[in-house]
Structure formats: structure tokens, C-alpha cells
């Protein structure tokens, strides 16, 4: 199971960081992939990381702006989110990614989301 959290809502140039915790079982040897809804759109990718945390990649509307990193140790993976604009807003959503950590990332059947966190940016 995963769980997201740390959602909230923030003026736009705001900054929040989002959590994705794993219970019952270890993220170690698992990339993880943060993806957004927007209200009335399509689901998004924003950013993934590698098993180790060796190899990250961002989308190009989030890079220089989303910081996504883990702790194994936590069994927990972050994105720290800065520099928050009103388009940010969606819900966020953390998912295993069995496939890996590469451009084009996505999930297959056997992969984990979470619930979903809101992500909120308004003045």
C-alpha cells in the first residue's frame, strides 16, 4: 500500500513537499513515479526516480522547479515541489513503477498507487 501525503494549499511561489510512504512492503528495489490530475484533464506525469535514486527525470513543465528524492530508510519517497504556480494544481498521486525510471515512465497492472494527494495553489 501506498499513502500520499503533505497536499495542501498554498499562494502560487509557495512550496510544499509531498510524501509517499509504502506499508507492508520495502520501495527498495522499485522506481517510484509521481503523476498529476488536473481538474478536467488527463492524468500527467511529473517525475520518477530509480530504485536507488541514482536516475531521476521530470517532466518538462515541473524540471527546475520539483525536487523528487528518497529515503529507503523511511521506506518513503518526497517531491518537493517550489516555485508553485495555479497550473500545479491537481491532485498528485505516487505509484511503483516495475517498468522503471525513464522518459515516458508508466505503470503496468501488478504496479501500487496511492490515494492521491490535493495540491491546491491559489491566491
Known amino acids: 500500500q501506498l499513502v500520499e501525503s503533505g497536499g495542501g494549499l498554498v499562494r502560487p511561489g509557495g512550496s510544499l513537499r509531498l510524501s509517499c510512504a509504502a506499508f507492508?512492503?520495502?520501495?527498495?528495489?522499485?522506481?517510484i513515479g509521481w503523476f498529476r490530475r488536473a481538474p478536467g484533464k488527463e492524468r500527467e506525469r511529473v517525475s520518477c526516480?530509480?530504485?536507488?535514486?541514482?536516475?531521476?527525470y521530470y517532466s518538462v513543465s515541473v524540471k527546475g522547479r520539483f525536487t523528487i528524492s528518497r529515503d529507503n530508510a523511511k521506506n518513503t519517497v518526497y517531491l518537493q515541489i517550489d516555485s508553485l504556480k495555479p497550473e500545479d494544481t491537481a491532485e498528485y498521486y505516487c505509484?511503483?513503477?516495475?517498468?522503471?525510471?525513464?522518459?515516458?515512465?508508466?505503470?503496468?497492472?501488478?504496479?501500487?498507487w496511492g490515494q492521491g494527494t490535493r495540491v491546491t495553489v491559489s491566491s
Open positions: 507492508e512492503f520495502s520501495l527498495d528495489n522499485y522506481a
Open positions: 526516480i530509480g530504485g536507488s535514486g541514482s536516475n531521476t
Open positions: 505509484a511503483t513503477l516495475r517498468t522503471g525510471c525513464d522518459y515516458g515512465f508508466y505503470v503496468i497492472d501488478r504496479d501500487y
